[in-house]
C-alpha cells in the first residue's frame, strides 16, 4: 500500500478497496482505474469525490518491483480483492486500524513519526515529485483526482489527457535518494 501510494498519489481508501478488475489496460498502458464501481454486491467502494474516479499509469518502478505479476497470480487464484487480507467495514472508515497501525505503530518503530508523517504523506511526496518532473498542473490534477473545475472554465472543456501521455509523465516521477532496488523482480 505505501509504494502504491508513493508511485501514484492515490488515498489510502482508493488503494485499500481495490479489486482485481481495477487494474486494466486503457489505451494498451496497464492502469489503476479508480472506480466506486464493484462486481461484488456487497462491496461499498467509495470516493471522495466525483474528481477522484480517474486512471493512473501504474509508474515503471510499481512494475519492476512485481506488481503486475502479484494482479496476475490474485486473478488466477479466482480472488476478487486486489488486497484479500484488507478488510471492508460496513461502517466506519474500513481504512481505520491500517490507518491507525500504520500511524501510531509502524512510524514510531522506525523512529519516522513526527506532527507532520502520516500515510498521506505519501500522497503529499507524489505531488512534489510531480513538481519536479515539471508536470503540467491540468495532468497532475488528472492523476491525483482533484476539480478541473477549480482550473476556471477551460478546464471543463475536453477529456484531457490521453493514457499514454499520463504514462510518460508518470514515467518522470522519482525518489533520487530512494533505493529500492532490493524489491526488483528479476
Known sequence: LPLIALFSGMRLLEIYQFEVNDIQKVQ???CFVVTDISDDPHANKLLKSESAERVIPIHPTLIKIGLLKYHKRISKSGGTRLFPAAKLRTSGSSTDLF???FNERFLPSLDAKTVRTSFYSFRHNFRDALR???MPRDALRELCGWSRYKAGWEGIYGNG???ETLAK???QVEY???DLSH???D
Open 132 to 134: 519536479e518532473a515539471n
Open 99 to 101: 490507518s491507525v497501525w
Open 176 to 178: 533520487p535518494k530512494l
Open 161 to 163: 489527457y490521453r493514457t
Open 169 to 171: 509523465y508518470m514515467a
Open 183 to 185: 524489491l526488483y523482480d
Open 28 to 30: 494498451g498502458i496497464d
